[in-house]
């Protein structure tokens, strides 16, 4: 275009915008006759799509056991694709429609209904895979509702009640693996955000967006995480959590947030037993004291029983458990429905821990009171008095609550071990010198070589073995039933993890690399081992071996691989690639 073309153009464009009447009209003609005969040269647009993992991730969510909805500002035929394309909905997906389109045809009501009546008429048949994603021979119900009707189902009613629209809602969405909203407003959103979080089951709720629009919704939630996306950082500013891509969603939630709740569930209920143990015998003692309030311990031991003696251990434990790995609970994100529903801190399990704790208690006293029924118990004759009684009974005590942390622990590091032994060890000796040395700046010297004169006694060692013993025999004995008999998902992972070191001998495969029934039975070697790295394993075993073996190894290492794919590609309902 010319100059004098463009200063033609220029001043018929600004004309018409100065125009006071019909300046729509007199823009229309003005683009007319600017845009002809033009060349066009290229076009800019700002990319719309789906980050990378955003399917796989939505799928782990689905098969933890959580429902996800999609809130999206986007009119329906482009939220519709993106659901199929991130796998929030499925190829046997069947779509329901509450939109404006289909209320013009009936009234709300006969519409609700229908459709209850259709998700209650499979409800039955549909079982805990076909929901979770992890079947596609079931029917699998998806909602689609535009904001119009959403605001129908949440207009108060003349009386001021919301009636039975909402809750017809609730009760359709719950029978549904995936609701999709579409042309929502920001404020919408965090209506449904609050609407889910008010209905019965009262679940937690957990919202992620990028933009300023999803800042109310992220507010509204239980938890808010917010992306650091092109569209500003206004969601992450006002969220709990902020992360870089959609992607880590998966590992916050199936991994990170998985231990934080088994370490946390832990942490309170081992808390409760601890100082059941601790509190009771000196209750008990009240009644063999003439009830004239003389302690049961010393007062260094009531002092230092929860900041020193058992305080590291368990803050080890819930800062570093991992019941499984993480690359496991990466890789099966069903492990997740472990603990759904606040499963792990449930009145049940609560009570269970109170009453080992009161069971612990009674058995520390009576144990501790019926050896001390014949008061001469060392050699030469000399009697035990009430301090050394007392000092008994919180040697158990420590003893058996940190040694019921460790049946409990299992990632063991060597930190692990240095406290939860040095925790003992340093009671023991704290014990030591308290009793070994006269203070000056005490008033009294009670403890006096007491624990030295209880470590002198036989029967003194002989009970203090066979109450640990006798308190923590119960609990073994629960946690092996329930593993053989009840065992939870993650059990079964640890138990087949166990079973395929046990089958994997350290001289299995070298000597059977090249044997034809080694070969054969891979597949099932493979099915067992799902959760090894079996590449790393298989050096492991060869680092002292020949460097001419390695070859033979390499090439079992990619036959094993090449089974596993083979074995995952043809696993029903996975449409995850491998």
């Known amino acids: 275009m010319s100059h004098e073309e463009y200063d033609r153009a220029a001043t018929i464009l600004q004309s018409a915008k100065l125009a006071l009447q019909d300046r729509d009209k007199k823009l229309a003609e003005a683009y007319d006759q600017i845009e002809t005969n033009l060349v066009l040269l290229g076009a800019t647009a700002v990319e719309d799509s789906l980050q990378e993992k955003a399917a796989d991730t939505i799928e782990a969510l689905h098969k933890g056991g959580m429902k996800v909805w999609v809130l999206t500002g986007d009119k329906m035929e482009t939220a519709s694709a993106t659901c199929f394309a991130c796998k929030l909905f499925r190829r046997n997906t069947q779509l329901l429609e509450l939109t404006t389109k289909r209320i013009e045809e009936q009234n709300l009501h006969d519409v609700l209904f229908d459709l209850r009546k259709t998700v209650l008429r499979h409800s039955g048949s549909l079982t805990r895979e076909s929901i979770s994603g992890l079947s596609n021979e079931l029917p699998d119900f998806g909602l689609i509702i535009d ?16 009636g039975n629209y909402k809750e017809l809602f609730l009760e359709i969405c719950r029978n549904c693996s995936a609701v999709l909203c579409c042309r929502m407003a920001p404020l919408q959103k965090a209506q449904i955000v609050k609407m889910i979080k008010a209905s019965k089951e009262h679940p937690i709720t957990l919202a992620i967006g990028d933009g300023a629009n999803d800042v109310s ?41 998985h231990l934080y709740y088994i370490r946390i569930s832990e942490l309170v209920q081992y808390f409760f037993y601890k100082n059941v143990c601790f509190i009771l015998p000196q209750f008990l003692y009240q009644f063999y004291c ?9 007062a260094a031991y009531l002092t230092l029983y929860n900041i020193s003696f058992t305080s590291l251990p368990i803050l080890l434990y819930s800062l570093m458990e991992q019941h499984v790995s993480m690359e ?47 008061t001469s118990l060392t050699s030469n004759g000399q009697m035990f008095g009430n301090w050394t009684f007392g000092t008994l009974v919180f040697t158990v005590l420590v003893f058996t609550v940190t040694l019921k942390l460790a049946l409990d622990t299992r990632y063991w590091t060597w930190v692990n071990h240095f406290v939860i032994w040095g925790s003992l060890l340093f009671y023991v000796v704290f014990s030591l010198l308290w009793g070994g040395i006269i203070w000056p700046f005490l008033n009294y010297q009670r403890m006096y070589f007491v624990f030295m004169q209880l470590l002198s006694s036989g029967p003194a060692w002989l009970a203090i073995i066979l109450i640990v013993i006798i308190c923590l025999l119960p609990d073994v004995v629960k946690k092996v039933m329930c593993r053989q008999l009840w065992p939870t998902a993650a059990e079964k992972v640890q138990n087949a993890a166990k079973q395929t070191w046990d089958h994997m001998s350290e001289f299995t495969p070298l000597a059977s690399l090249q044997s034809p029934s080694y070969n054969s039975n891979e597949h099932n070697i493979t099915k067992a081992t799902r959760s090894l790295p ?43 690639s491998v």
């Open 217 to 257: 919704m992220i507010l509204e939630a239980h938890v808010g995480i917010g992306l650091m996306g092109k569209e500003g950082r206004q969601a992450a500013r006002n969220s709990d959590y902020a992360v870089p891509k959609f992607k880590h969603l998966k590992k916050m939630l199936l991994v990170h947030g």
């Open 534 to 576: 079996h590449s790393r394993t298989v050096f492991n075993y060869v680092e002292d071996y020949d460097c001419s073996h390695r070859q033979s190894v390499t090439d079992h290492t990619n036959i094993y691989y090449t089974s596993r794919a083979d074995l995952l590609n043809n696993r029903p309902a996975l449409e995850t």
């Open 328 to 374: 496991m609970l990466k890789r099966e994100p069903s492990l997740y429905r472990d603990i759904a529903k606040n499963a792990l801190l449930r009145w049940r399990l609560f009570i269970y821990w109170t009453l080992l704790g009161a069971f612990d208690a009674v058995v520390f006293f009576y144990g501790a009171y019926f050896l001390f029924d014949n």
């Open 147 to 162: 904001g119009a009707t959403l605001s129908l189902l949440l207009k108060p009613a003349e009386d001021g009640s919301l």
């Open 290 to 298: 003439g009830f004239s309030q003389q302690p049961l311990y010393d």
